[in-house]
């Protein structure tokens, strides 16, 4: 007995497999969870707190800030010391008006979440799919390990590549095919656009998720940052479809 | 501008004794959390479990926390309609405190910060390398390996210079005439105040770079510049190509896989994406949530 739901949030379209629980109260506590993170954190809402933070009408430090934004905040603060500045969720063109989006952090972020939460009750086989960014642990609904593809950059319809894996994993992937040139580089302002995409894993989506973005707008340099993080690897998927990738990663790769 | 520390009341640095603080400090860091394995001998559910009932060790034990929305937060109107749509659907009733357990919105348990501790283990393990350079590399005291100063004033002796217990720095003693005009000549024969870089010395862990900061002779700092990435290894970087002709590419329905992993889309251009194909699949077969 295995649950599958897809739910539409935070402009995106968030695939959940539950594999070894059919307890549908696991759903709708994602759902209520990920509902919640869409207040709190969308910049598309013109209450939500980010918007109210980017627009000064709140502080950072205002007790009506929840721990989860400010827990939030200073990752991102963390993020932007630790990748000189490539990360940098101040400096980039929000959808509020304002020059603040944590959004490519906030999404793995509430799916790490929504993974420690699965596990906190006992689940060991899941897999969610946030509008493409990946947690996972255990095994998959026949026992095996997970298959996840990572999407062709040219090709809407065909894999790059095919990750078989087991146990806690995060993967995400940036790129601009998607969504067209919307990965800012704040260093000078210019859209990043030399890469198709960047896959990065590890075992925290939220810092996965981080990750990756910073290695798409880094570019191929990128590769040797992220070997600077312990337990995270990835590749790189450039226009003319060379794959650029770390050992650490090829190991994840189904042959 | 680096001012030198006076060292009156400062024993001067012993490379050898810095390494053992660091190392101390580094095996003190926690270890980040392990990612998903990869080509293990238990490659399915079936071999986990019966490797894990027939030993004695038992299973961690998992965060306590059983609900994530924080404690005092009611579900928002649109979770709300999202629940009743869902519970209609089902033809259920299932409203929103008959889910949510007894133990009240404490928070989900402390994640890990894996990549800063390893950060901090890895910066340490970095000085480590670095101080190595002094000749202190983990098993041996190599005479080749040492730090070597290229700039800064230096005094007409230098031979007694840095810490009598380590492979002194070599100092190169043709520098001494290039700056003998802009340094006035110092008489006691020891290295001059200041911070002098070091050229970048590579070795099979990569290139690392110190500064050595000198005050009345002796040696009280070491900065380092540059250091190897990671613990120590050189990335290396593999390179293939992907088919460039259609036919060529992996297909989904070759590859059977559970998800795709792609650039963020949109929920609009989810419906033609192939996670949505993936996932209506999943629904007609007869599994729901």
């Known amino acids: ?255 | 501008m680096n001012t030198p520390r006076t060292p009156r009341n400062q024993a001067p640095i012993d490379p050898l004794l810095r390494l053992q603080q660091l190392d101390r400090s580094r095996q003190q860091q926690l270890p980040p959390p392990t990612a998903g394995t990869v080509r293990q001998p238990t490659t399915t559910r079936q071999a986990a479990d019966a490797r894990r009932t027939s030993s004695p060790a038992p299973r961690q034990s998992a965060p306590t926390a059983t609900t994530l929305l924080p404690s005092g937060v009611k579900p928002s109107a649109q979770a709300s309609a999202r629940i009743a749509a869902l519970a209609a659907a089902r033809g259920t009733v299932s409203g929103p405190g008959k889910a949510s357990s007894a133990r009240g919105g404490k928070p989900v348990g402390k994640r890990a910060k894996p990549a800063r501790a390893a950060k901090v283990a890895s910066l340490a393990l970095s000085a480590v390398t670095t101080i190595g350079l002094a000749g202190m590399f983990a098993d041996q005291n190599s005479q080749t390996d040492s730090i070597v100063l290229t700039q800064g004033t230096i005094g007409t002796v230098a031979a007694t210079t840095a810490t009598t217990t380590a492979p002194a720095a070599t100092v190169p003693g043709n520098t001494a005439t290039t700056v003998a005009t802009t340094a006035p000549p110092v008489a006691t024969g020891q290295v001059l105040d200041g911070t002098y870089v070091g050229a970048g010395d590579s070795n099979r862990w990569g290139t690392v770079q110190v500064q050595a900061v000198y005050s009345s002779g002796q040696l009280v700092d070491v900065q380092i510049l540059q250091y190897p990435d990671g613990d120590g290894k050189s990335v290396r970087i593999n390179q293939r190509a992907l088919p460039t002709l259609i036919n060529a590419s992996i297909t989904s329905q070759s590859a059977n896989v559970s998800t795709v992993s792609g650039a963020t889309y949109t929920s609009d251009s989810y419906t033609t994406s192939l996670q949505s194909a993936i996932d209506a699949a999943k629904a007609a077969s007869g599994i729901n949530g």
């Open chain 1, 1 to 255: 007995m295995s649950l599958h739901h897809v739910e539409a949030v935070m402009g995106t379209s968030i695939s959940i497999d539950v594999v070894d629980s059919h307890d549908r109260t696991l759903i709708d506590e994602l759902v209520r969870w990920f509902h919640h993170v869409d207040g709190e954190f969308s910049p598309y809402k013109a209450d939500s707190t980010i918007t109210r933070i980017g627009t000064g009408a709140l502080a950072p430090t205002d007790p009506e800030v929840s721990d989860d934004v400010r827990e939030v905040l200073q990752r991102c603060g963390e993020l932007c010391e630790d990748s000189g500045g490539v990360f940098d969720v101040w400096s980039l063109p929000s959808p509020n008006g304002t020059r603040f989006d944590p959004c490519g952090y906030v999404k793995g972020w509430s799916v790490e979440r929504a993974a420690q939460f699965l596990r906190s009750r006992g689940v060991r086989d899941f897999c969610i799919n946030a509008g493409g960014d990946v947690v996972l642990d255990g095994f998959d609904q026949g026992g095996a390990m997970w298959r996840i593809g990572i999407r062709h950059p040219a090709e809407p319809t065909a894999l790059a590549l095919v990750l078989q894996v087991s146990g806690r994993l995060g993967i995400a992937t940036s790129g601009s095919y998607e969504r067209g040139a919307h990965l800012y580089n704040p260093r000078d302002g210019t859209t990043a656009t030399a890469l198709a995409s960047a896959t990065v894993v590890g075992p925290d989506l939220a810092e996965a998720d981080a990750f990756a973005t910073t290695v798409y707008v880094m570019g191929e340099e990128g590769l040797q940052w992220l070997a600077r993080h312990p337990g995270y690897s990835g590749c790189l998927i450039t226009h003319d479809l060379q794959v650029l990738s770390t050992d650490d990663f090829d190991r994840y790769v189904a042959t």
